[in-house]
């Protein structure tokens, strides 16, 4: 059984936030878009990020950071895509799970600040995603990729990308709670809705269809869930079923044991969206399990 904090105190702090308001509506996402994209919005770390050093690049235009372990040398790299629904901006718990894989893997993790909705799109976005994690590669050995959310979207796109570019196989892509399909057709969605306190299909649609820009909605750059499985690295999936993201992630399962990939899959009962990021113990275990797993996967690489 899931957590009091998990069970009670999460979704009870989503619905008494409304966290669900600008996904509720078409015309209540167009207004968080515009709203957003009307002032730049913050997202530099927090002052303290334990067990780091964080260093701040621009490459061509973007803002990128690199979170550096202060316990030794590198053992190799990880790239961070944060969520937000494409529309809003890094979040202190995204920087605290870059830091703490940073200092307990010794990994040099890079966190590029990408841009958001409407001023960025999937294909700007995901080629220079993979150039960051073959430049990460190039300099601090493998690379690994992770992203939650709009993020696992980005993330599994990089990857997909980076095997078809570049015959790169990224050494594993950890996505918590992705978006996959951006067209939200499934439709067991809809049986899912009434429980998720914190995402919306209509809002969702028009974030999705605003990240694609003049792709379609079904390219594998868009909706990765849509590209051809065969030959990706190790994926670990993290999904709650109390989120409307939650059938896709059923889907990428199937698709993935199919073409033969060696998938990590984990599905919180009662969990809400992209729930090893709250304060629960089910957060802490899914954390652990991160690190426990890409600790295994630098040890078998020798690192």
Excluded at 18 to 31: D, F, K, L
Excluded at 119 to 125: I, K, L, P, S
Excluded at 171 to 183: E, F, G, K
Aim: glycine share 10%; no cysteine; proline share 9%.
């Amino acid at each position: 059984m899931p957590s009091v904090m998990s069970r009670v105190v999460v979704p009870a702090y989503l619905r008494i936030t409304r966290a669900n308001r600008n996904y509720v509506s078409a015309e209540a996402a167009r207004e968080h878009v515009r709203r957003l994209s009307a002032a730049p919005l913050h997202y530099a770390p927090p002052r303290r990020l334990r067990g780091v050093v964080v260093s701040k690049s621009e490459d061509r235009g973007w803002p990128v950071y690199t979170l550096t372990p202060v316990s030794g040398p590198s053992r190799g790299g990880l790239v961070y895509a944060h969520g937000g629904g494409w529309v809003g901006e890094i979040a202190p718990q995204h920087w605290h799970l870059a830091a703490r894989l940073a200092a307990q893997l010794r990994l040099t993790v890079t966190v590029p600040i990408y841009p958001l909705i409407p001023f960025g799109t999937a294909a700007q976005v995901i080629p220079r995603f993979a150039e960051i994690v073959t430049d990460s590669h190039a300099r601090y050995g493998p690379t690994f990729v992770a992203g939650d959310s709009a993020g696992g979207q980005i993330a599994l796109s990089t990857a997909l990308r980076l095997r078809d570019t570049a015959g790169t196989t990224v050494p594993r892509t950890v996505l918590i709670s992705p978006a996959l399909d951006l067209t939200l057709e499934n439709p067991l969605i809809a049986e899912v809705l009434p429980r998720d306190p914190w995402l919306g299909r209509e809002g969702g649609l028009v974030f999705g269809e605003m990240w694609s820009g003049d792709l379609p909605m079904k390219d594998p750059i868009v909706s990765p869930l849509f590209g051809d499985f065969t030959g990706l690295g190790p994926l670990t999936v993290f999904t709650g079923t109390e989120d409307i993201l939650n059938p896709d992630a059923h889907l990428l399962l199937g698709k993935a044991r199919a073409a033969g990939v060696d998938i990590d899959f984990h599905e919180g009962h009662g969990l809400v969206h992209v729930y090893p990021l709250t304060p629960s113990r089910e957060g802490q275990q899914a954390r652990r399990h991160i690190v426990e797993t890409l600790r295994a996967d630098l040890s078998r690489a020798g690192g």
